[in-house]
């Protein structure tokens, strides 16, 4: 299945390679996701993601996939997994009220290692918040939502053409180390339209996930080789295996012995954190000789570029650390981009979920700076040169 | 017991799990675990396109012990991630089992929009009148005045009949049995998983331990027992007057119709999709 | 790129152009995103430059305030929304107040003589779109486009082959005449806007503010 879906992707790719089109975000990560190789999309109706639910009701059935929209957001992200454990590249797509209700089975994605791809599209919270209004309020939901502890992996972009690219990597990423990958847009980012060229077939790459060559008889669903993931069969193709949410041992059977759940715990989070260098993902502007480093992320790093601009204008020496993973956290980019700076502000519309993380990253030696704004809209270039101030 | 030969049982089930299971001596998961591995072989159904997907409760742990495909879910989503796999892989048979509290408190919702989408799946929903797992708290299926762990003094709400339940939200197949009346239940499951469309059964079982203590029910045999007193066949059930019902229920067939089900209707847009795509 | 002799063209002929600003607003359902969409795809798709759309909504589907912003720019677009508006379009009262508080002193500011009875300023060029679309069209929902023909004629935002194609490429299939006639009808108003002296001699600059 996965051979031919990778062809049926590849040829919505072809058809439109090289060719200028104006895009909204929401439209560039769901031709992302089919670039990629996704067959199977749930969801529930939510501002201000829905067009990518309603792109996939379009584009899934005309490929004879399935697409449903399901009850609720708990349900939508548990028949994500279920289909993903069948064989399918699984996607779902929601806001901060629906985010929050998929904590429960993202956490049980994490826990049997199924791959698939979440778009949370983050608007005003808590609660309906500000439903057609742009923040980055689940920075640390998408790390910390669900309950136990976990590894995270959660993508950000800030422009239409990185919702494509970045949505090609999380689905590439989830296959590759079987696991759940969050995709943290904006408002502002997702209704963005933007001109962008999408790459042609060829220069995409796309993986699937590996899948068990040995006969079912020797399959063991949780061990692994030294790679630290497991391989994993579709359900129904004579791979009779076990998969529950509780703590389990190699054959994929509960245990609650100390000496299999630590191991179990170590893989979990050694699988992501043994690549941590290809899952860091940053950006960088005008950093050579910056004096002041803005680190930014999603739409607010766009209102950095044109600061940067300007700043450089009025003979203020900006540079632009973007942050493209937000999680696991960039820590050695972040490192070397506060190294020997004067100042660095970390502009964001929250009351500072990413400028905690430079802080501790930064360890006191930089003057690290928070820059929030919770109006319901973007932070303009003149405010950050505002704060510029402060620094000099 | 059946006809069916004991060497199904060792055929369905795991060898490499350990038993004994976790379920308290008297309770009626195991009979039922019987039951549907009997079913299945009855069908002549393929161990490799059998999938067992459960909740979280007593009746979670239920496909651990089958030799199939089986995913142990989370309370009350079972339906959610049967559905996905479902859609995914069209020619699997789906099998889920709940408990009362997983099909019709936490995963009610899920419950109705799966009888009312119809897709091809069998939700088998074991109804003990309590949680179990927890210690016996009172459950949608708890009656108005029995005792739980948090009902002290009575419970105060009536209780939902699943069967009714989803018979309403438009299941094509819908049957209630109990442990106690096992031939039925071989029969009653053989037909919902046979089913085109979705299937219910309903599956009285007693839980002696948290919910026959606390209410007084007498002795894990006694409980058994007493399904044989109340469960009414359908056919006579219908010819008794309500104060004849009264403390009793009817096991049987309770509906059992066509209609077509989610992945029929939408190979329908499927085609129409790809009808409009290829005219441009 | 297929094409690209086409664009090269299209783009020797136009102006280089620095960052321009564009703000079309109105209430719901005016169509002023999807005329957004069309002045985007005539700038980006057939004008070849750097382009960037952002727009914001109310909860209502119908009535509110709605507004879409295009900025162009032959640079590369860093900031994606409008900080000071060169170009702003209003259909409604409510609109032209709400969303007139950033624009540039010099830029342009075009209303809808009918519905926007008090113009955020006097320099302010009022024409009928949506009395034109009513009743020498007899499609009222056609004033966003009559309004894109107008502002095209006035500003030269995009050009007008640009905007022309850009329009016949989004507009439902059987209405294309009735576009391209609103479009028309557009130019027409502000050709005539302009031949009346209206604008001469008040020329927008930085000192009437």
Not at chain 1, 164 to 174: G, I, P, Q, R, Y
Not at chain 2, 35 to 44: D, F, I, K, T, Y
Not at chain 2, 246 to 269: K, M
């Amino acid at each position: 299945m996965a051979a031919g879906t990778s062809k049926a992707a590849g040829k919505a790719a072809k058809s439109r390679k090289g060719q200028a089109r104006l895009l909204q975000g929401n439209e560039a990560a769901s031709l992302g996701a089919l670039a990629a190789g996704c067959n199977f999309f749930a969801g529930y109706p939510i501002t201000p993601a829905s067009e990518i639910t309603e792109y996939m009701s379009r584009e899934m059935p005309v490929r004879g996939n399935p697409f449903i929209q399901m009850e609720d957001e708990i349900a939508s992200i548990g028949a994500c997994v279920g289909a993903s454990l069948a064989g399918r590249k699984a996607m779902t797509a929601t806001s901060g009220p629906g985010f929050s209700l998929m904590q429960e089975n993202l956490g049980y994605a994490m826990i049997v290692e199924a791959p698939m791809v979440v778009v949370n599209v983050m608007r005003g919270g808590p609660s309906t918040g500000l439903p057609t209004n742009v923040a980055q309020g689940d920075v640390q939901q998408a790390r910390w939502g669900t309950h136990g502890d976990h590894p995270a992996i959660v993508f950000c972009p800030s422009s239409v053409a990185e919702c494509f690219e970045l949505m090609v990597k999380a689905f590439n990423t989830a296959e590759r180390f079987r696991t759940p990958v969050i995709f943290l847009a904006d408002e502002t980012v997702a209704h963005l339209r933007e001109k962008v060229i999408l790459p042609a077939e060829g220069d995409l790459e796309v993986i699937d996930r590996r899948r068990p060559t040995v006969p079912p008889d020797w399959y063991v669903p949780y061990k692994t080789d030294g790679s630290l993931i497991p391989r994993l069969a579709d359900l129904g193709e004579g791979y009779r295996y076990h998969v529950t949410g509780l703590v389990h041992d190699e054959r994929g059977f509960p245990t609650r012995r100390a000496d299999e759940v630590e191991p179990f715990y170590a893989r979990l989070f050694g699988k992501i954190s043994r690549h941590f260098n290809d899952l860091m993902l940053t950006k960088q502007y005008s950093m050579d000789d910056a004096e002041i480093v803005l680190i930014s992320y999603g739409c607010t790093a766009r209102s950095c570029r044109a600061a940067v601009r300007l700043g450089r204008e009025r003979g203020i020496k900006l540079g632009l650390l973007q942050l493209l993973t937000l999680w696991p956290f960039p820590r050695q980019a972040v490192e070397a981009a506060l190294a020997g700076r004067k100042a660095a502000l970390v502009p964001e519309l929250n009351m500072g979920q990413i400028s905690r993380e430079v802080k501790r990253v930064n360890d006191g030696r930089t003057q690290v700076i928070r820059h929030s704004k919770m109006d319901g809209t973007m932070i303009t270039p003149e405010e950050i040169l505002g704060r510029m101030r402060e620094v000099a | 017991m059946t006809a069916v030969h004991r060497s199904v049982v060792y055929d369905w089930l795991r060898h490499d799990k350990k038993f004994p299971h976790v379920w308290c001596p008297g309770c009626g998961l195991g009979i039922l675990l019987g039951s549907l591995v009997r079913s299945l072989a009855q069908g002549g159904y393929d161990k490799n396109q059998v999938v067992l997907v459960s909740g979280i409760g007593c009746s979670g742990r239920l496909p651990v012990y089958v030799d199939v495909g089986s995913v142990h879910t989370t309370h009350g989503r079972a339906l959610t991630f049967a559905t996905g796999i479902k859609l995914a892989k069209p020619e699997l048979k789906v099998i889920v089992v709940m408990g009362d509290g997983d099909a019709t408190a936490i995963g009610g919702n899920h419950l109705i929009h799966a009888a009312r989408r119809n897709l091809d799946l069998t939700a088998i929903i074991v109804n003990n009148l309590t949680y179990g797992m927890t210690g016996g708290q009172y459950s949608p299926t708890t009656p108005l005045g029995a005792k739980a762990t948090t009902a002290p003094y009575g419970h105060s709400e009536p209780s939902f009949d699943i069967s009714a339940l989803t018979v309403t939200a438009g299941a094509s197949f819908v049957a209630r049995s109990t442990v106690y009346h096992v031939t039925q239940l071989d029969q009653m499951l053989s037909q919902a998983i046979a089913k085109k469309g979705f299937g219910v059964v309903e599956v009285l079982s007693p839980c002696h331990t948290n919910y026959g203590r606390q209410n007084r029910l007498g002795s894990q045999v006694e409980m058994m027992k007493s399904y044989k007193k109340q469960a009414v066949r359908m056919d006579r059930w219908d010819k008794l007057g309500s104060a004849e019902r009264e403390g009793r229920f009817a096991i049987g067939v309770l509906a059992d119709h066509e209609r077509p089900t989610f992945w029929e209707t939408y190979q329908g847009s499927v085609d129409r999709a790809q009808a409009i795509r290829k005219e441009g | 790129m297929a094409s690209s002799k086409k664009k090269e063209t299209a783009k020797a002929k136009a102006p280089e152009m620095e960052r321009m600003e564009v703000r079309l607003a109105g209430s719901g359902g005016q169509g002023l995103i999807l005329a957004g969409l069309i002045l985007a795809e005539a700038a980006g798709l057939f004008d070849n430059r750097a382009v960037a759309m952002g727009q914001s909504y109310g909860p209502e589907a119908r009535g509110g305030a709605s507004k879409a912003e295009v900025i162009i720019s032959d640079q590369d677009i860093d900031y994606p929304l409008a900080t000071r508006v060169d170009l702003f379009l209003a259909l409604t009262q409510e609109a032209a107040d709400t969303y007139s508080w950033d624009l540039k002193p010099d830029g342009w500011i075009v209303v809808d003589s009918d519905l926007v009875s008090h113009p955020p300023s006097s320099r302010a060029v009022a024409l009928p779109f949506t009395a034109t679309a009513r009743d020498k069209l007899n499609k009222p929902m056609v004033a966003n486009v009559v309004a894109l023909g107008a502002i095209t004629e006035l500003t030269g935002v995009v050009s007008r082959k640009a905007l022309e194609k850009a329009l016949m490429a989004r507009v439902p299939k059987g209405t294309e005449a009735l576009n391209k006639k609103a479009l028309a009808a557009g130019s027409k108003m502000a050709k005539a806007y302009q031949a009346s002296g209206q604008l001469a001699g008040q020329e927008p600059t930085s000192e009437d503010v």
